[in-house]
Nanobody, 126 residues
Framework: QVELVESGGGSVQAGGSLTLSCVASGSLFISNCIAWFRQAPGKEREGVASVHSDTFKTYYGDSVRGRFRIVRDGALKTVYLQMNRLKPEDTGIYYC???????????????????WGQGTQVTVSS
């Protein structure tokens, strides 16, 4: 059983920054992938970014590449999502998720992730 707890959400004006945190505890597999997803009202859950535990290889969705940065602190079992130049379309609930072994190749879909946090709300106003 893996527990993921997100924090750091809030309200910010367009152009601003926020940093989300995801703390993992429990039986996190030694080789794993942790990712951030987001979901806006009425829309499907969208993959934002992922990072692997061993290679630290990262992936970013097209809509956030160049603005967001995912950082992993292995010792603390914490993954951060640094969000810069925020836009109103970045608004949504941000979820942290984990899976064993490799991160998905290509696009970041939610179906292979087995453990999920409760989410943290991010609101960007224009």
């Amino acid at each position: 059983q893996v527990e993921l707890v997100e924090s750091g959400g809030g309200s910010v004006q367009a152009g601003g920054s926020l940093t989300l945190s995801c703390v993992a505890s429990g039986s996190l597999f030694i080789s794993n992938c942790i990712a951030w997803f987001r979901q806006a009202p009425g829309k499907e859950r969208e993959g934002v970014a992922s990072v692997h535990s061993d290679t630290f290889k990262t992936y970013y969705g097209d809509s956030v590449r160049g603005r967001f940065r995912i950082v992993r602190d292995g010792a603390l079992k914490t993954v951060y999502l640094q969000m810069n130049r925020l836009k109103p379309e970045d608004t949504g609930i941000y979820y942290c998720a984990s899976k064993s072994w490799e991160c998905p190749e290509g696009s970041l879909g939610p179906s292979s992730f087995t453990d999920w946090g409760q989410g943290t709300q991010v609101t960007v106003s224009s």
